[in-house]
Nanobody
């Protein structure tokens, strides 16, 4: 079992920045792969960024490459998502998720690979 809790959302103008945090706890094996997803009203949940805790290997959705950065502080069991150059299209509820690394390797960067989810933190970008 693992638990994740997001924080750091808010409202910004286009071009602004935010940093989201995800505090993870519980079984270490269950959270070797950490990801951020987002869901806008009326849309499906989509992958944003993923990181492997052991190697630091990252994966990004094309829509956020060059603007968002995922990182981690293993000592604090925290994963961060730095959001820069925000656009109104980035408005969504952002979710942190955890999974065993094998699940991420086997299933790819999709919601079905992740077993543990936070409640989400809202990001609103105005034009």
């Amino acid at each position: 079992q693992a638990q994740v809790v997001e924080s750091g959302g808010g409202s910004v103008q286009a071009g602004g920045s935010l940093r989201l945090s995800c505090a993870a706890s519980g079984n270490t094996f269950s959270r070797k792969c950490m990801g951020w997803f987002r869901q806008a009203p009326g849309k499906e949940r989509e992958a944003v960024a993923r990181i492997y805790r052991d190697t630091g290997t990252t994966t990004y959705a094309d829509s956020v490459k060059g603007r968002f950065t995922i990182s981690l502080d293993n000592a604090k069991n925290t994963v961060f998502l730095q959001l820069n150059s925000l656009k109104p299209d980035d408005t969504a509820m952002y979710y942190c998720a955890a999974a065993p690394k094998q699940a991420c390797v086997a299933r790819g960067f999709v919601t079905a690979a992740f077993s543990y989810w936070g409640q989400g933190t809202q990001v609103t970008v105005s034009s």
